[in-house]
């Protein structure tokens, strides 16, 4: 069975702190993406990586960085956490070739203080 | 820009088949329709796609008109199991985003 997990289903942070998001894949898949998903707006992408030590900025990356050293491990880093921050944290991961479907995980509720 | 359009909300009994539409009229000749669903406080769950011709498999049915500017989402026998947000998506290739619009809220009544 296909598999996406992210670290936490649920998080608490203060503003300021830097906080780190982790998703991890079983199924060998090259790419990796990172969305947060907030009421009335959707999912939005902030990254993603199609390859190992390489990423994208999708439609929000501003206040968001990420990192990428294995192929089954894509890393979601807050640098300076802040209120507006505070959203459910979607990872998603897929092949690369043809019109393959996104696996999702599921999710990471942040809450930022 | 929306590229696709679909209701905000629609009911189903249960037992009976839920067909929930969606509008891309502006879709390219490259371009495939995707469906997904996402149940209450979970991620999104790829449920079938398609390009030109009807795709069938365990969960759903897309029948894709001929000129495929729509498409509709057949879950044969609805279960309150499938009570969800529905997402009709077009997209390109594989590296692309999946741009979820507001989907289809489906609630099946028993």
């Known amino acids: 069975d296909v598999k996406v997990t992210q670290s936490s289903r649920y998080l608490v942070k203060r503003t300021g702190e830097k906080v780190f998001l982790e998703c991890v894949q079983d199924?060998?898949?090259?790419?990796m993406f990172w969305y947060r998903q907030d009421p009335g707006l959707g999912l939005r992408l902030i990254y993603f990586s199609y390859d190992v030590k390489m990423k994208e900025k999708g439609d929000i990356p501003e206040g968001y960085s990420v990192s990428r050293e294995k192929k089954e491990r894509f890393s979601l880093i807050l640098e300076s956490a802040s209120t507006n921050q505070t959203s459910m944290y979607l990872c998603?991961?897929?092949?690369?070739?043809?019109?393959?479907?996104?696996?999702f995980g599921p999710g990471t509720r942040l809450t930022v203080l | 820009d929306a590229k696709t359009t679909q209701p905000p909300s629609m009911d189903c009994a249960e037992g009976r088949a839920a067909n929930l539409p969606c509008n891309h009229s502006t879709i390219s000749g490259n371009e495939y329709v995707y469906w997904y669903r996402q149940i209450h406080s979970q991620g999104p769950q790829y449920i079938i796609h398609?390009?030109?011709n009807n795709e069938t498999n365990e969960m759903a049915s897309l029948i894709i008109t001929e000129d495929r500017k729509s498409s509709t989402l057949i879950l044969p026998h609805a279960t309150l199991r499938d009570t969800a947000v529905y997402y009709c998506i077009v997209r390109v290739d594989n590296n692309n985003d999946m741009r979820f619009g507001a989907g289809t809220r489906l609630t099946v009544k028993p």
């Open positions: 998603a991961s897929s092949f690369s070739n043809g019109a393959n479907e996104q696996f």
């Open positions: 199924m060998d898949h090259e790419n």
């Open positions: 398609g390009l030109k």
